[in-house]
């Protein structure tokens, strides 16, 4: 007698996707548009970035957790070379590297980059940014010089912020994705708690805001926040590291920090969807950038 076929069970796909490349390749761009969440903030100014981000994507067969790393870049202080930890980490657990470049960077200091990290897992070589050059038979040339220095196992042409091509790149990557149950539970979105996003938009907006060298002497430490029934209420610090700096944050009247506030929560409010009410306040820190303790305390 036979017996009745048993149903063959569904393979479920699970892995870490750590996206790599130098500052302002477009990384965090990306990992928001695969998302289909705000998660890392993004800035044309280069070196936004400094901290890992865990996004969580969890479909029926599979969950991808893609990480955002701050851009390879050579350290001049301290909080860089804490920057370039979170790198080195995320070099460990990948089991697919997204390798992300500008189409107009150099496909040389490229590979100078990519070597240096010293991958042994499946890589997919991202050209971000082709809307940039119209010119096809150009396109094609730049993106083979990036593929003979690379040898990736797979290569996208793309534009994460136009969103051309972005849908294909997760069926990509579940090609080379072991199989595994799911690390996280269905409902999350990041490893990270809601401090950190709150001080991360206000960061954002002092990228926005401000010229020059201030958001890159600038740290944000979120010191409470406390869920009312209809307001979530929030203090954060702003950390500078010259009262000259200080005064360029506040500005005349208090004007810049104000306007710093008013955008700053209604960022909060729509990732929370919910009202908020904020206080910033500006602290100086002398060479917090070089001191374990601060960097410490503000989470690097």
Same mark, same amino acid.
Not at 205 to 216: G, H, L, M, N
């Given at each position: 007698m036979d017996l009745p076929l048993q149903p063959m069970e569904a393979t479920h796909k699970a892995g870490f996707v750590n996206i790599f490349g130098p500052p302002n390749a477009g990384k965090s761009t990306l990992m928001n548009a695969l998302l289909g969440e705000r998660l890392a903030i993004v800035s044309p100014k280069v070196q936004t970035t400094?901290?890992?981000?865990?996004?969580?994507?969890?479909?029926?067969?599979?969950?991808?957790?893609?990480?955002? $790393?701050?851009?390879?870049?050579?350290?001049?202080?301290? =909080?860089?070379n804490k920057m370039m930890q979170q790198v080195r980490s995320a070099v460990e657990d990948a089991d697919v *590297?997204?390798?992300?470049?500008?189409?107009?960077?150099?496909?040389?200091s490229f590979?100078?980059?990519?070597?240096?990290?010293?991958?042994?897992?499946?890589?997919?070589? =991202?050209?971000?940014?082709?809307?940039?050059?119209?010119?096809?038979?150009?396109?094609?040339?730049?993106?083979?010089?990036?593929?003979?220095?690379?040898?990736?196992?797979? $290569?996208?042409?793309?534009? *994460?912020?136009?969103?051309?091509? $972005?849908?294909?790149?997760?069926? *990509?990557?579940?090609?080379?994705?072991?199989? *595994?149950p799911p690390f996280y539970p269905d409902e999350d979105i990041s490893d990270r708690p809601m401090r950190f996003f709150v001080s991360e938009m206000i960061r954002e907006?002092?990228?926005?805001?401000?010229?020059?060298?201030?958001?890159?002497h600038t740290a944000v430490l979120v010191q409470t926040f406390e869920e009312l029934p209809h307001v979530t209420k929030i203090r954060a610090d702003i950390?500078?590291?010259?009262?000259?700096?200080?005064?360029?944050? =506040?500005? $005349?009247?208090?004007?810049?920090i104000?306007?710093?506030?008013?955008?700053?929560?209604?960022?909060?409010?729509?990732?929370?969807?919910?009202?908020?009410?904020l206080e910033l306040f500006v602290k100086v820190r002398p060479k917090w950038r070089e001191n374990d303790t601060y960097l410490k305390e503000y989470g690097y």
């Open positions: 400094r901290h890992r981000i865990l996004g969580i994507l969890t479909e029926e067969n599979y969950q991808i957790i893609f990480s955002d $790393t701050p851009g390879i870049i050579d350290p001049q202080y301290k =909080l860089h *590297a997204l390798l992300m470049v500008d189409a107009t960077d150099d496909p040389d590979s100078t980059i990519i070597d240096s990290l010293k991958l042994k897992t499946k890589k997919i070589l =991202l050209v971000n940014k082709v809307d940039l050059i119209e010119d096809k038979e150009k396109q094609a040339e730049l993106v083979k010089a990036f593929e003979d220095k690379i040898k990736p196992d797979k $290569t996208m042409v793309i534009s *994460a912020l136009k969103k051309i091509n $972005t849908k294909k790149i997760v069926p *990509a990557i579940l090609k080379f994705l072991p199989e *595994a907006k002092i990228y926005s805001i401000y010229d020059q060298e201030i958001p890159y950390v500078v590291t010259r009262e000259t700096q200080k005064m360029i944050m =506040l500005g $005349t009247g208090g004007s810049m104000k306007k710093l506030g008013m955008q700053s929560r209604e960022s909060i409010e729509k990732f929370l969807d919910k009202k908020v009410f």
